[in-house]
Every structure is written in structure tokens, then in C-alpha cells.
């Protein structure tokens, strides 16, 4: 089975702190990797995809990929209230166009 | 507007009467898939397709039916749905053939069966 893990948190940081999020992956040939940002209630929006190994950044966020670990972390620097959110890791498997996400770390960010 | 439509938004039904929530995306995107939500357990692939005519299962198909008649519509069938098929669903839109695609999501169908 393959499996996207994530720790559920809550991951509790002040504001203006950078939070850390991570995520480990089990398909070894998975390409393509996700963070997802979901408010409660509403449907997740895309924040960040990454597919080559290293860092990618786009704003104050910044997702960083290690293959050979299989592991995607995403930080967000300058955090703010409205960060407050859940962040789904997903993985576009090899071979197929099945997704799997992992099951969300939230995270409050303290005003 | 490009987006993701879902009805009905909130539905609440009895064990073993069919139903069936609709998915429609005005963006030409080939890629839809169903995905499930449930506390604990996160976003769950239910069936996906990658174009007219061409479906196929994703993690937890068990319960459910599809059908891509049309591109833009992807219908999720509950044939005989069943008190464990009380979720929040949502339907996606990509378009595929680029490794690193982004899905747009529908708002959501919150779903209670009795």
C-alpha cells in the first residue's frame, strides 16, 4: 500500500516564525509532490508543487524534496494568523495518475 | 469563471436509496477524480479518469460508480449507499499529461447516509 505520512500536529508557531511541515512518502517512484492548504470547511487549494530534488521557492513559501530520503517538507517563512490552516501532502504515484495524500498536519499560527 | 461545480452541497439520505452527486468543470481539463474526506484519514481517492470513456479505481472504489460520458461532467453513483458512506466528497479537476498538473477542487458534497 502506498502511503503518504504526516504528522497531525497541531504544529503551534508565533507570528513572524517560520513553520516546518513535513511529510515522508513510500513509493519510491512517486514524481510529483503537493502541499496542499485546506481551511476548515472548504476545499484544499494548491500552494506549492516540486518534482525535481532540492529546494523550490515561491514567496514566503519555500518546498524542499530529498529523494533518496523520500521526503517533502514545505516552510513558511513570515508566518501569519491566516496560515492557520491544514496542509495535505500528495504524491502523484509512478505509472498511474492515482493521488495519494497524506492525512494533513495543522497548524495554528499564534497572533 | 474557471471552476468546479458539486451538487447537491449538503445531502442526507437513508441506507439503500441510490443517489448520485454531480461534478462539472467549465476549464477543458481531461483529469476528474472523486476523492473522499474523512477525520483521521485524509483525502482518499475514490475513481479517477483521464478522459472520455476512460476511468479507473482509485484507493477506495468499494461502493461506488462512475461515468465520463462527457468531459466536462464526472457523476459519482452510490448505488446502494451505506451508513460508512457518510463523508465529505469532493470532486477535482487537471489536466494531465504534465507530471506536476495542479487539481482544482469543487466546494464539497457533505453527504449523510442513516
Not at chain 1, 497531525?8 to 516546518?20: C, F, M, N, R, T
Not at chain 2, 441506507?15 to 477525520?39: A, F, I
Request: aromatic share 12%; hydrophobic share 30%.
Amino acid at each position: 500500500q502506498k502511503e503518504v505520512e504526516q504528522n497531525s500536529g497541531p504544529l503551534s508557531v508565533p507570528e513572524g516564525a517560520i513553520a516546518s511541515l513535513n511529510c515522508t512518502y513510500s513509493d519510491r517512484g512517486s514524481q510529483s509532490f503537493f502541499w496542499y492548504r485546506q481551511y476548515s470547511g472548504k476545499s484544499p487549494e494548491l500552494i506549492m508543487f516540486i518534482y525535481s530534488n532540492g529546494d523550490k521557492e515561491d514567496g514566503r513559501f519555500t518546498a524542499q524534496l530529498n529523494k533518496a530520503s523520500q521526503y517533502v517538507s514545505l516552510l513558511i517563512r513570515d508566518s501569519q494568523p491566516s496560515d492557520s490552516a491544514t496542509y495535505l501532502c500528495a504524491a502523484l504515484t509512478s505509472g498511474t495518475y492515482k493521488y495519494i495524500f497524506g492525512t494533513g498536519t495543522r497548524l495554528k499560527v499564534l497572533a | 469563471e474557471a471552476q468546479v461545480t458539486q451538487n447537491p452541497r449538503y445531502l442526507i439520505t437513508v441506507t439503500g436509496k441510490k443517489l448520485t452527486v454531480t461534478c462539472s468543470q467549465n476549464m477543458n481539463h481531461e483529469y476528474m477524480s472523486w476523492y473522499r474526506q474523512d477525520p483521521g484519514l485524509g483525502l482518499r481517492q475514490i475513481y479517477y479518469s483521464m478522459n472520455v470513456e476512460v476511468t479507473d479505481k482509485g484507493d477506495v472504489p468499494e461502493g461506488y460508480k462512475v461515468s465520463r460520458k462527457e468531459k466536462r461532467n464526472f457523476p459519482l453513483i452510490l448505488e446502494s449507499p451505506s451508513p460508512n458512506q457518510t463523508s465529505l466528497y469532493f470532486c477535482a479537476s487537471s489536466l494531465p499529461g504534465h507530471k506536476y498538473n495542479e487539481q482544482f477542487f469543487g466546494p464539497g458534497t457533505r453527504l449523510t447516509v442513516l
